[in-house]
């Protein structure tokens, strides 16, 4: 009987199947590494499962996404040289570190990447999708999407494809890329090779380009910024309009307060006036008074009669 520590511990490779139907109805976001990688951002990624192929998880799992993230590991660090193609031993080392994400591993080519490195799913390109061993990683992700349940998927900075770009993203050890031209004659070809399997197994399917995407975001931001500074121009040249408005019918207001005031002045000295006029007039010692003395001597002398 082997003792404990005669023991050493595996873990068991788990199959892809076991992700069957995993994210049934979502989009899956293929992403390369093509030289746009350098301008993804998060917000141009919409929900669903994102499977980042190679290095280019490094710039994926970059970002804090929400999405459940897969690192596609398919290629092999090295071959050989023999004509058996069944089984081809990688090596251990990952061709990109994890800080989390899925490994998905292919068992033709990488089947001891992070062999102790959880979670992680060997594919068989041939048994599990009916593919070549040596068909490209892109297009393997887009079966591994649809065992997943993904009617759609978006391939991201997968430029070669999508613009006839060869350039690619090697990360450096600071975790940052460089571009250069890897000068790939295959590249080419794997546009018709998807185009044709999509067509065959109708799944839907778009490209996204960041650097271009990037590119009309500033542009829709340049837009924007300008009509709300137009916006904010007007509404200022509006609120000066209303103080000015306002200050005029302040002073307004303040004359015909002066008015008023005014205007209570006068009808109270004239209430005053009309009360002595009254009072005179209803006086009984107003005929005595002097000026209404002589009148009253002088009507008398007119109207009496005259005398020879």
């Known amino acids: ?22 994210h049934a109805g979502s989009t899956a976001w293929i992403v390369g590494k093509g030289p746009s990688l350098l301008m993804l951002t998060k917000e141009q990624l919409g929900p669903g499962p994102v499977i980042a192929i ?9 970002l804090g996404l929400d999405n459940v993230v897969y690192s596609l590991q398919k290629d092999a660090e090295r071959y050989q040289d023999e ?7 990688a090596g251990t080392e990952p061709i990109a570190p994890l800080k989390g994400a899925t490994l998905l591993v292919h068992h033709h080519e990488s089947p001891n990447r992070m062999a102790a490195y959880q979670p992680r799913y ?25 065992l997943m349940g993904c009617p759609k998927v978006v391939f991201v900075s997968l430029d070669a494809s999508a613009l006839g770009d060869t350039r690619t993203c090697e990360p450096r050890p600071d975790g940052s890329f460089h571009v250069y031209n890897l000068d790939n004659v295959e ?43 137009r916006l904010y121009g007007e509404l200022e040249e509006s609120r000066a309009a209303a103080r ?20 209570e002045g006068m009808t109270a000295t004239l209430a005053k006036t009309e009360d002595r006029v009254t009072a005179l007039l209803t006086s009984t010692s107003w005929r005595w008074t002097a000026p209404f003395r002589a ?14």
Not at 128 to 139: I, N
Not at 187 to 202: A, N, T, V
């Open 1 to 22: 009987m082997r003792s404990d520590g005669d023991f050493e511990a595996r873990v068991l490779p788990v199959s892809i199947q076991a992700l069957k139907g995993a």
């Open 54 to 62: 190679n290095e280019a998880t490094i710039a994926v799992e970059a």
């Open 83 to 89: 004509p058996e193609l069944l089984v081809i031993t």
């Open 122 to 146: 060997v594919f068989d390109n041939v048994a599990d999708f009916g593919l070549e061993w040596w068909d490209f990683s892109s297009l393997s992700a887009v079966a591994i999407a649809r």
């Open 187 to 229: 590249y080419p070809s794997h546009r018709p090779r998807l185009d044709e399997y999509l067509s065959r197994i109708s799944m839907e399917a778009e490209w996204l380009t960041p650097e271009a995407e990037y590119a009309r975001h500033n542009h829709l931001t340049a837009e924007l910024t300008a009509r709300a500074e």
């Open 244 to 263: 000015k408005g306002v200050a005029a019918y302040a002073a307004l207001r303040a004359e015909l307060d002066a008015a008023l005031r005014d205007l």
């Open 295 to 308: 009148a009253h001597e002088l009507l008398a002398r007119v109207t009496r009669p005259h005398r020879p």
